[in-house]
């Protein structure tokens, strides 16, 4: 059974497909990101090459630590990981490459993730919302990896 009978997207352009794919992979990024046990925020990200998910991460503890992400005062604690460092190790420690892939990821990099994902080879991010700071963004852009905002409704 066909949800849109006459949707083919073989007969898009190549923006178009794009367009429909980055929402397709962010859409999974916000199911995945509802792993995390973190209470204040929950962030998903998938590293896709040559349309395959190579890698995926949602904000959380380290491995062999307690799943809580926040203090008695709701902060969160210096030691979670952030779901792009998550996808970025985990692929580390595969045989695949991230190396000219993209990263979908529903919240915008921070710095910090920005370096790693400069220093991991992604060369493209696609993010469906903006984080409190936009110094990651600036940092991916200077080091000429394309940055998508992609809306989701």
Known sequence: MEIY?????EKMNSEDKQLTLDKRYIRMALIWA???????????????????????????????????????????YPYVLHAEANAITKVARSNNSSDGATLYVTSSPCIE?????????????????????????????KAGIEVDFV???
Do not use: H, W
């Open 5 to 9: 009978p006459n949707f083919n997207i």
């Open 34 to 76: 509802e792993n995390s046990y973190c209470k204040r925020r929950k962030v998903g990200a998938l590293i896709v090459k040559e349309k395959m998910i190579i890698s995926d991460g949602y904000n959380g503890t380290p491995a062999g630590f307690e799943n809580v992400c926040e203090d008695e005062n709701d902060r969160t």
């Open 113 to 141: 993730c920005a370096k790693l994902i400069i220093q991991s080879g992604i060369r493209r991010v696609v993010f469906s919302e903006y984080y409190r700071l936009n110094d990651g963004i600036d940092l991916l852009k």
């Open 151 to 153: 809306e989701v409704k």
